[in-house]
Nanobody, 124 residues
């Protein structure tokens, strides 16, 4: 079973919304920390948001107030609701699991599972 499978990407105009989904295997979803990352062409991958199994969340400053990470334990699925999208949000978005989440220190890293990615394109 593929550990993580993303869906929900697409093309929208600036100001629009998208919701990304990440269907996880039981092993991947049982991890303490899951997250969304993104990578734009020519740029390094960056963390977007993370969530712990007890519901604590971490967000990159660039998406605070616009993006919401959540999870559905019954479906083993991670979500990323993206509102008020901007052209600079254009990137390949990846789901990740089995990482380190430091909520107080506001960072997340070192993930063991990665999805294949889903493309988000925001036009101005």
């Amino acid at each position: 079973q593929v550990p993580l499978v993303e869906s929900g990407g697409g093309s929208v105009q600036a100001g629009g919304s998208l919701r990304l989904s990440c269907a996880a295997s039981r092993n991947a979803y049982s991890s303490y920390c899951m997250a969304w990352f993104r990578q734009a062409p020519g740029k390094e991958r960056e963390g977007v948001a993370a969530i712990t199994s007890d519901g604590s969340t971490i967000y990159a400053d660039s998406v605070k107030g616009r993006f919401t990470i959540s999870q559905d334990n019954a479906k083993n699925t991670l979500y990323l609701q993206m509102n008020n999208l901007k052209p600079e949000d254009t990137a390949m978005y990846y789901c990740a699991a089995d990482g380190i989440c430091a909520v107080v220190a506001n960072f997340f890293r070192d993930f063991g599972y990665w999805g294949q990615g889903t493309q988000v394109t925001v036009s101005s």
